[in-house]
């Protein structure tokens, strides 16, 4: 099988947005169910849930910004590039057949 960097780095990206979601939730759940045990409620694991949600949604949002911002960055970079060499290849030549 042939080694396909492009996909292996989706799938590590799939992984991190799972991660950057459910870490919060599972944290606030945990968190609202033993302070619903100290405290004698019982509505607190769903309010520090949804804040929990909330939290992990946010993460998620600022981890999908920083990477289109990153390759919107390296794709400018790159264009950038490309059209200077066509313009040094235009003057190239022109130089050649002045």
């Known amino acids: 099988m042939k080694f396909n960097r492009s996909v292996y780095q989706a799938l590590t990206m799939i992984g991190q947005f799972g991660i950057n979601m459910l ?29 929990g949600a909330v939290a992990g949604g946010y993460n998620v949002y600022r981890f999908a910004r920083q990477i289109f911002q990153s390759e919107s960055d390296q794709s400018a970079y790159l264009h ?13 030549r022109k130089d050649y057949q002045d």
């Open 23 to 51: 870490v919060p939730v599972f944290i606030c759940s945990f968190l609202g169910m033993f302070l619903d045990r100290k405290l004698g409620t019982n509505f607190l694991v769903v309010i520090l849930f949804f804040v």
């Open 80 to 92: 950038k590039s490309r059209r200077n060499r066509k313009d040094g290849n235009r003057n190239e």
